[in-house]
């Protein structure tokens, strides 16, 4: 019997993603299978290796008696005031606000020598930022535990995204956040994560619905550059991949947002938009369309479609 619990503890871990920070923690997007080597000597000595200098969004709350009101009490003796929940980007800000002092350190991943920020006081408000839903999806202490070896959170990026048909009915926004977590060498370090916050519109507030978060690796981009730059992403996948280019635009950046242009062999236009992380990655975050009255509407094409598509003719052909 113990065998057969053991084996379906094993399985359900393999099928549930491990939960980080109160978000699912995805592996990274790139398949191993399409990775390479190629554009290495071209890359300058410091791209990719380098940490923000971006400054912190999530300053509104920092003095310690905002916190007093909660310091004995549990997470279901808590509301969140109104006032923080009046927008989704106010309802990011004050959730990353709440949470940038608090520590969840460990002996395994310890670190600071004493107490650090405000301990474990803000995690029971903070998990009242989620919706209904979402709590009933985590319950609080797994919520505390995913935090494990946490000791600091930076909020660098928030930007809105187009509506997502995989999440109906919620508004999707666009994070990078900075943390400093403790080890077991008694060093801490910085880690950057990126990921993508679901919100939900309840009693006239705005919470979370739903988080994912995925790891930044500050070697992988360094010696396997293509799938992490954007031009080299459009101009392979989908112009060698899909055939879809006949000209690709220059590149128009603002700050960390990256656009290109493509005029499309099939007589249409094309817009990508990527978003440049700390790691200097460059992650694909929207695709449009123009359309016959010159609006540009959302689309979402997967250019391992036209690579599969592609294997599959050469493979029928021999």
Not at 4 to 18: A, D, E, F, G, W
Not at 281 to 286: N, P
Not at 291 to 297: I, R, V
């Amino acid at each position: 019997m113990k065998v057969i619990q053991r084996l379906m503890s094993v399985l359900r871990k393999k099928r549930h993603p491990p939960l980080m920070m109160g978000a699912t923690f995805q592996k990274q997007p790139i398949p191993i299978d399409y990775r390479s080597e190629e554009g290495l000597k071209d890359r300058p000595d410091e791209q990719y290796f380098r940490p923000s200098r971006l400054p912190i969004l999530n300053t509104r709350l920092t003095s310690f008696q905002f916190f007093q009101p909660y310091y004995d009490k549990t997470y279901d003796e808590i509301v969140v005031p109104t006032s923080l929940l009046r927008s989704p980007e106010e309802t990011i800000v004050h959730y990353f606000s709440v949470l940038r002092e608090a520590e969840n350190l460990t002996e395994a991943q310890s670190g600071g020598c004493g107490s650090v920020g405000n301990a474990k006081i803000p995690y029971p408000l903070a998990y009242n930022f989620f919706t209904n839903d979402y709590q009933q999806r985590i319950s609080y202490s797994t919520y505390l535990d995913s935090f494990k070896g946490v000791g600091h959170t930076n909020l660098l990026k928030v930007h809105k995204l187009p509506n997502d048909p995989n999440h109906p009915s919620t508004i999707p926004y666009f994070i990078e956040i900075e943390t400093i977590e403790g080890s077991n060498k008694e060093v801490t370090y910085f880690a950057y994560y990126y990921g993508y916050m679901y919100l939900k519109k309840e009693k006239n507030q705005y919470k979370i619905h739903e988080l994912n978060l995925y790891g930044e690796d500050f070697l992988c981009a360094a010696y396997h550059l293509w799938q992490h730059n954007a031009e080299a992403v459009v101009a392979i996948e989908y112009g060698e991949w899909c055939k879809l280019i006949k000209k690709q635009l220059p590149t128009k950046q603002d700050g960390y947002i990256k656009q290109i242009d493509i005029v499309g062999t099939d007589g249409h236009d094309y817009q990508f938009i990527f978003f440049q992380l700390t790691n200097d990655t460059d992650i694909l975050v929207s695709q449009y369309k123009r359309n016959k009255s010159g609006q540009w509407e959302v689309m979402k094409m997967d250019p391992r479609d036209c690579l599969e598509e592609s294997k599959k003719k050469k493979s029928h052909n021999h």
